[in-house]
């Protein structure tokens, strides 16, 4: 099993659209959890970070699930512009590498007018 | 600003030459770390350092060398001996407490001539 795992997708959504994605860790001992972004062909940059029960940015909520060790983005009211890959990203502190984070592959989000 | 800065842009290497990607940041942070990517992958860790004149290696560090003798550079040395070079790579930083999330250079694509 991967330690960090999501659907590549693509989703694609009509914009004005809610989406969510889900991502899912390995290692119960995580403590610290991000989303970032990126566009083709350019670095991941950090959307949010996920520390406890959930965070909520603007159009952008992200949970935390420790029981199920899921996290999710829902993105409300799509922009075309929120058309990107979103990766997950875990800090398994429980395996002795420090702040070394594990990337998941991404989700492709397609949003079209 | 403070920031990442990878150079150069985009790189061409010849049959068994070694060539050398630079990464500086000037956030004043201890940790840094080099990945790669290939087309529609997740990023994998090449080397990462937590302190200046240490750093360990990844899962994919065969063929790769670092150096970390200044907090503020952490050069990474594609060599010879890595067969397939071809891919876009990153260089984050972040500060040593586990909880705080990367932040990315612009990358650099490397290619074989």
């Known amino acids: 099993r991967k330690e960090v795992e999501q659907d590549p997708g693509p989703f694609n959504v009509p914009e004005g659209a809610t989406v969510a994605f889900n991502c899912t860790y390995s290692n119960s001992a995580s403590q610290s959890f991000f989303w970032y972004r990126q566009d083709c062909r350019k670095e991941p940059k950090l959307l949010m970070s996920?520390?406890?029960s959930g965070n909520e940015d603007g159009r952008f909520t992200a949970q935390l699930n420790r029981a199920s060790q899921y996290i999710s983005l829902l993105i409300r009211d799509s922009k075309l512009s929120d058309s990107a890959t979103y990766l997950c990203?875990?800090?398994?502190?429980?395996?002795?590498?420090?702040?070394?984070?594990?990337f998941g592959a991404g989700t492709i989000l397609r949003v079209k007018s | 600003d403070g920031g990442i800065t990878q150079s150069p842009k985009y790189l061409f290497r010849k049959e068994g030459q070694n060539v050398t990607l630079s990464c500086e940041q000037n956030l004043n942070h201890d940790a840094m770390y080099w990945y790669r990517q290939d087309p529609g992958q997740g990023l994998r860790l090449i080397y990462y350092?937590?302190?200046?004149?240490?750093?360990q290696k990844g899962d994919i560090a065969e063929g790769y060398s670092v150096s970390r003798e200044k907090k503020e550079s952490f050069p990474l040395t594609v060599t010879s001996a890595q067969k397939n070079p071809t891919a876009f790579y990153l260089c984050?930083?972040?500060?040593?407490?586990?909880?705080?999330?990367?932040?990315f250079g612009d990358g650099t694509r490397l290619s074989i001539l």
């Open positions: 996920v520390y406890s």
């Open positions: 350092s937590q302190i200046v004149n240490d750093f």
């Open positions: 984050a930083s972040t500060d040593r407490d586990g909880n705080q999330p990367q932040h």
């Open positions: 990203v875990v800090n398994p502190l429980g395996n002795g590498y420090g702040n070394k984070l594990v």
